[in-house]
């Protein structure tokens, strides 16, 4: 296998693609959401606090780590530490089985988008969604009720998925970054834009960014914030990890770390003008108050627009297809950073080529997929993306901190990346920040999360829960003992 079938072109398409990763669903529909239950105004102070403090330094040892070896994150883990290789199976598989989840969410955008074009959700875009499309139901039964439209649009999806991706890097991902992720804030501009005439449009903003300072003591926001920024940034998940070592010699990792984090805040808080302005307008129109028509998640995408583009007359034919488009490109230029640390470990550790791993993994990923493609698959998903982003990934992260910054030793990289940085400097700051602040803010994060899925969660979501820690632990153990067939398996070199 030869190493530039893995290699980006130029420092663009790094960025570009880095930027498509962390702009998804997050930004469109879990922050806009996240900032207005977080006391609105008031929340910038935990998220900038977030940014500064987590999400620069942290990318920066994800990113130096990841140059450095430039091989993939179950390699270098190893390399680090044989003995904790099994943290570098279970990050790639983790995030792995985020992308099994994501194609459905992308297959309901694709029909939506369809639909957009006649309003075809109807007058009742509520029982469109769950009950006519999803048939939700939470009875392990109905993973026998098959509903070809979904298993379609998942499938459409899987295929784009596969065009892109089994192609050498920088001819796949490298290109469709460059043009997507700026047609993806082009479009998105023009959304918000419009959004912002709508009249009405300012009570959803007085509301959106009226602050409630009290909360600021409050430990929620904090940690909200906190999650946010794992989540939004795709944080400690190994992908950043993998794109790092997919760089050329001599990037300036410090100065992409800082313009990838303001791309993704500006577009997040683009988002929620744009969201909480249509949320003004439907409020005046409905004569509902803006708090009552606030729901996070899938509810916001694929009920409340609906529901927005059936009171907004004509405009909503050209709105409606404009804004699950964009939905649709920004899930798919995520989506495929959830299979590169996976495929690139698994080229690693077996010695296949990177087309050929990716036509196993897809082909893999679009047949468990089809697990969502039932009546049982929104409460799946739900379930699944808890259990991933509140327990499993905070694992990881804390685990990965402490292999960066103690056992591979952060300090090594200091002076590699301060001479490439054009930008910000890096001292004692960083180090006190990687080996010391985030561990502890992680871990409490994790606790959480932890404590609200035991607490909250109903016998069913528990029991799923445990089937989908079982089969990402079983599946990262098979990968740690498989035995290697590629000889320079063990051979990480060093870049720094
Ligand atoms: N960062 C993405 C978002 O904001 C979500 C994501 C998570 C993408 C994990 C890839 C991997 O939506």
């Known amino acids: 296998m030869s190493q530039d079938k893995n290699e980006w072109g130029s420092n663009l398409s790094f960025i570009l693609a880095m930027i498509g990763s962390a702009v998804g669903l997050g930004n469109i529909w879990r922050y806009p959401y996240v900032l207005y239950s977080n006391g609105g105004g008031a929340f910038y102070i935990p998220y900038i606090v977030a940014i500064l403090l987590m999400g620069i330094p942290f990318l920066i040892l994800e990113y130096g780590v990841g140059y450095n070896y430039k091989s993939s994150f179950a390699k270098a883990i190893k390399k680090i530490n044989v003995k904790w290789e099994y943290l570098g199976w279970f990050l790639p598989v983790a995030v792995f089985m985020i992308m099994i989840y994501y194609s459905a969410i992308l297959g309901w955008d694709g029909i939506y988008m369809i639909l957009s074009f006649t309003k075809g959700w109807g007058a009742d875009p509520n029982a469109f969604f769950s009950t006519t499309l999803l048939q939700s139901s939470e009875s392990v039964s109905s993973l026998l009720n098959f509903i070809p439209i979904i298993a379609i649009a998942m499938l459409v999806g899987w295929v784009i998925i596969w065009f892109i991706s089994h192609r050498d890097l920088e001819e796949g991902l490298g290109k469709v970054s460059k043009v997507l992720v700026p047609l993806l804030f082009l479009i998105m501009v023009v959304i918000v834009g419009f959004s912002l005439t709508l009249p009405g449009a300012s009570i959803g903003l007085a509301e959106l960014f009226n602050p409630d300072w009290s909360l600021l003591f409050n430990f929620n926001i904090w940690m909200a914030a906190f999650g946010q920024i ?267």
Not at 254 to 260: D, V, Y
Not at 297 to 324: H, I, R, S
Not at 412 to 433: A, E, M, R, Y
């Open 230 to 496: 794992i989540f939004s940034l795709s944080l400690g998940m190994s992908i950043a990890f993998t794109y790092a070592s997919y760089t050329k010699d001599g990037s300036d990792l410090i100065t992409n770390t800082i313009s990838i984090a303001l791309a993704n805040s500006l577009f997040e808080n683009f988002a929620a003008l744009g969201v909480f302005s249509i949320l003004g307008y439907m409020s005046m129109q409905s004569g509902t108050a803006v708090a009552d028509l606030v729901t996070q998640g899938t509810g916001l995408v694929f009920v409340v627009y609906p529901t927005v583009f059936n009171v907004l007359g004509d405009w909503a034919y050209v709105l409606g297809p404009l804004f699950f488009i964009t939905v649709y490109l920004a899930g798919l230029t995520s989506i495929l950073s959830t299979i590169e640390p996976l495929s690139f470990s698994i080229q690693n550790k077996f010695g296949l080529t990177r087309s050929r791993t990716m036509t196993i993994l897809i082909a893999v990923g679009a047949i468990v997929s089809m697990l969502y493609a039932t009546a049982f698959g929104g409460f799946l998903l739900g379930v699944v993306d808890t259990f991933i982003n509140q327990i499993a990934i905070l694992i990881g992260v804390v685990a990965e901190c402490i292999v960066f910054a103690w056992i591979f030793k952060a300090e090594k990289l200091i002076d590699f990346l301060n001479s490439k940085s054009k930008t910000l400097k890096l001292g004692k700051w960083w180090l006190l920040i990687v080996k010391y602040v985030l561990p502890i803010v992680v871990t409490i994060i994790w606790i959480g999360g932890m404590v609200d899925v035991i607490s909250n969660g109903t016998f069913e979501q528990l029991v799923f829960t445990l089937i989908s820690a079982a089969v990402l632990l079983i599946a990262t153990l098979i990968f740690t003992i498989l035995p290697a067939k590629n000889p320079e398996w063990d051979n990480a070199e060093e870049r720094v």
